[in-house]
């Protein structure tokens, strides 16, 4: 059997969120161990949660919402790289390890090691890594920071670097101890009708 990599962080109220975004917390409205005929709880939460799919309509005004995005993009064969770069600086076609070969990219910066903890300095993607990345073929590029873009960015260079591509985005991943090669990613996310993004539980499966 394949060996599993669940990719996606814990979603509790540790943790961290984008500045200033709905951290997760949970109301319970009915309780087994008080008498209740069913547990029963409500989530709040940003849809920027943890690991989750940006939808177009995040970055761009004309982009589509998360539930018309393809969900062949989340689907499918990927590819894990390391791209050691330096906290707050965007890669770039010659940082990758490895070269890309599958239609998903998976992004490793190792610049955001703790999803309890928001440091502000993680690693963004240059415009000329995706211009790359699409030019061999990927339809889907996704990162273990909060962002593909660097914190203090206002005009988000990659963001509409991808949209110009239509290539899909995925964040907040947790890529420590995975190794690097070949994987089937499942990465679907909820059919939220009219909304910018959604939370994933993203898996990865080793190749056979």
Known sequence: MSKIYDISPLISPRLAVWTGDTAPSREVLGD???GDTVTLSTLRATVHLGSH???PSHYAIQGRTIEHQPLDRYLGPAQLIDCPV???SRVTPAD???TPNRPRIILRTSTYPDSTNFNQDFAGLSV???DFLAS???ITIAIDTPSVDLFSSKDLPAHHACYRHDLAILEGLV???VPTGHYEMIALPLKLEGFDASPIRAILRRED
Do not use: C, H, S, T
């Open 86 to 88: 330096a906290k707050n």
């Open 128 to 130: 000329e890594l995706i």
């Open 136 to 138: 061999q073929g990927v």
């Open 32 to 34: 087994l161990a008080k």
């Open 53 to 55: 799919a940006d939808a």
């Open 96 to 98: 990758l390890r490895d």
């Open 175 to 177: 890529l420590e101890g």
